[in-house]
């Protein structure tokens, strides 16, 4: 049976990132798994905890008064699921539910935060990784904001 | 990859051909493929990626990609942006539409041969590269690992859909197709067409790419790939410019000193990158 410092290591976020390191962020984590149709996070909410997902996918959700719940992105094996444990004031800005049967580790955020206090080395790789993970993402939300294939965008 | 260029054009590349529309397909609501039929001669047999000149008579012409041939059958996909491309969608069966071309540069796949291969469309992006991909299919053995990675607005927008789920549900080639936004009942990814490419962690540095769609899609899908590890060399990508004479005359689609309608509109991406870089005033 794989570990969870194994597990983790599979995650394309995480490849390079020492086994001492790994070992560390295992000591936070744990695995969960969800169904299809399952509520992952939900908006407003406290973000006590984030998810590498193993199996499945998961769709990121915003709802519209007008227009209901609305699909901003799907996340797929090996994606992160929740940033906003990262910094205060520690709540979800977007809903997530499964679209399939989904394992994930589920990482805690107060363990994890304590132990990048507490190590700084640690905690400074993690935020460079978010920081890239944060920047794609706003990236990817540009470009879905200028409408790229709108008739005549071209 | 240095582009191929097809056939040579028509001895007299300004007199369009006579066709008839015996197929109409209403793709979208304001995309339509149209099924052309010579009435007395042809026109050239065009590479997949080259384009022709359709005429509404009395409005205007404009450059169209081929979508493909179909027993004999020209097949063009129009999306209606003006008084031309308006003109041409709204044409019933049996109206005669005047066809120059084949023009420009196509896709080159055959030095693609023996390698895996990624074709990148977004929107209306997916016309020209159908040739292409129904060419691969059809001399499946000599292509490697090969994916069709497809992206649009919305689910109610995408081209083809009926054809990319039999072409998924085939398995000869992978086909992942994402959305802008989609509700909850759309099964697929939502997500910008990037990220299948930054998805695809095990994407052969050796592959060919062919990019196709909005510009600035196809600059950040070449750099999408060209981060995995592919050679800017190894990617194609097809410019959409504003060709009025198609050979190369005019200067209305030119670019530097690229005429896009002669040089392209397939182009490698090394020589299309400084040219777009360039704002447009």
């Known amino acids: 049976m794989m570990s969870i410092a194994d597990l983790l290591a599979e995650s394309p976020f995480f490849v390079g990132l020492p086994s001492v390191s790994l070992d560390l962020l295992a000591g936070c984590g744990r695995n969960v798994h969800f169904s299809a149709g399952d509520r992952i996070l939900s908006e407003g909410e406290s973000a006590d905890e984030f998810f590498v997902l193993r199996h499945g996918r998961v769709a990121l959700e915003i709802d519209s008064p007008r227009q209901g719940p609305l699909v901003i992105e799907t996340l797929r094996p090996g994606e992160i699921v929740g940033v906003s444990w990262l910094l205060p004031p520690y709540r979800w800005t977007l809903d997530a539910r499964a679209l399939d049967d989904c394992r994930a580790i589920s990482l805690d955020a107060r363990c994890l935060r304590a132990k990048c206090d507490d190590d700084h080395d640690l905690g400074y790789e993690l935020f460079k990784r978010f920081a890239g993970l944060i920047r794609s993402r706003l990236q990817a939300t540009r470009l879905q904001l200028i409408d790229l294939y709108r008739a005549g965008a071209s | ?281």
């Open chain 2, 1 to 281: 990859m240095s582009q191929v260029t097809g056939p040579p054009a028509s001895p007299a590349p300004m007199r369009p051909v006579m066709h008839r529309v015996v197929r109409r397909r209403q793709d979208l609501d304001d995309t339509v493929t149209l099924w052309l039929e010579p009435i007395a001669e042809a026109v050239g047999l065009a590479a997949a990626g080259q384009f022709n000149m359709l005429w509404a008579f009395g409005i205007g012409e404009a450059p169209i990609s081929l979508a493909g041939s179909d027993d004999g059958l020209l097949v063009h996909t129009v999306r209606a942006v003006g008084a031309v491309t308006i003109a041409l969608c709204s044409a019933s069966e049996g109206t005669e539409i005047g066809v120059r071309g084949p023009f420009g540069t196509g896709w080159g796949q055959a030095e693609a041969e023996g390698r895996d291969v990624v074709v990148v469309a977004g929107g209306l992006g997916l016309a020209p590269v159908r040739p292409l991909v129904m060419d691969i299919l059809s001399r499946r053995d000599r292509f490697g690992r090969t994916s069709l990675l497809v992206g649009a607005r919305s689910p109610d927008t995408l081209l083809y859909h009926d054809e990319l789920t039999r072409l998924a549900a085939d398995g000869s080639i992978e086909v992942d197709i994402t959305v802008d936004t989609a509700p909850p009942s759309w099964p697929g990814h939502v997500g910008v067409v990037t990220n299948l490419i930054n998805g695809a962690a095990d994407l052969s540095p050796e592959a060919a790419a062919f990019v196709c769609g909005p510009e600035v899609m196809m600059r950040f899908t070449a750099r999408a790939l060209i981060d995995q590890g592919l050679a800017p060399e190894a990617i194609a990508v097809s410019l959409e410019r504003n060709m009025h004479c198609a050979i190369g005359h005019c200067g209305h689609c030119q670019l530097g000193s690229t005429f896009i309608c002669k040089h392209g509109p397939v182009l490698p991406w090394p020589r299309v990158e400084p040219l777009i870089a360039v704002r447009e005033r």
